[in-house]
């Protein structure tokens, strides 16, 4: 068997338009510098109109995305790599859009048997020409309080509101549609939030250990998430085994009902009685100093350089066929 043709440069990509776009770049700098020490010739870019230029003046090029919310996640980046023949690490436009949007990765998910929360997604526009009062109404008695109410299409929990009451309920939307014209509203579920991360070696879908979340003002909102000190990461998380065990089944799962590939996060809120619950997953996972997957990479024994290095190369043999 013959070896493969080597790939040449990496593109690290990050940056972008989003409202992610500060720590995109944190997550792509930490990625390219975890190549290089590898040994691996890398590139750094935002999303720019030269972005087709650099490729196409790349021979054999493998991009290794790392935008966070927006066209990163959406699709439509890969869409682009697919229609320029360009290698790729991470999901294709279809998996992207099925997992990005949760108006439509979480009623696949609830088809598949995996446990999720109740849910309801409503549109601005129909908010808006039906009246906010009676939706309100509607919503309190479907789905009850405390609710989480979120935007469909975004990540690191940008316009993700908790309420408590009817009251709280007008505004938390209207935080929700400033990211998006569509928001998900679905029911609070009390327990311990965890993320499970996967990643594809050797062909097989390896759910890493799980990382228990305690932020410090008790909701894992966007200052959570990206300022050092304010949430408690505990990982291996702090519950038995056949919870864990239950966790990572639910994420493999998870993974596979949106046809992922490469590698993911699944977001998973476990009840009292130890079962595990799907909140959302991420085709484009956090890579900061805070970031999760780093974190379960760590607890998992693997060098994160090595396994990013894995995951190009897993990338460039696909992409030869």
Known sequence: MSELRPHGPIVVLAGGLSHEREVSLRSGRRVAQALRDQGREVLESDLTP????LLRGLENP???????????????LQQVLSLLDVAYVGSEPDACRRSFNKAVGGPLIAQAGLARPMMAALPHDMFRELGAAALMTALGERIGFPMIVKPARGGSALGCAKVTSAEELPSAM???YSYGDLAVIEEFIEGTEVAVTIVELDGEAVALPAVEIRPNSGIYDYTARYTAGETRFIVPASVTDEVAAACAELAIAAHHVLGLRDLSRVDIIVRPDGTPVFLETNVAPGMTETSLMPQAVEAAGYDFGLLCAQLVDNAWARHLG
Do not use: Q
């Open 50 to 53: 030269a972005l087709i230029e």
């Open 62 to 76: 493998v991009v290794f995305p790392v935008l966070h919310g927006g066209v990163g996640e959406d699709g439509g």
């Open 174 to 176: 209207v935080g929700a």
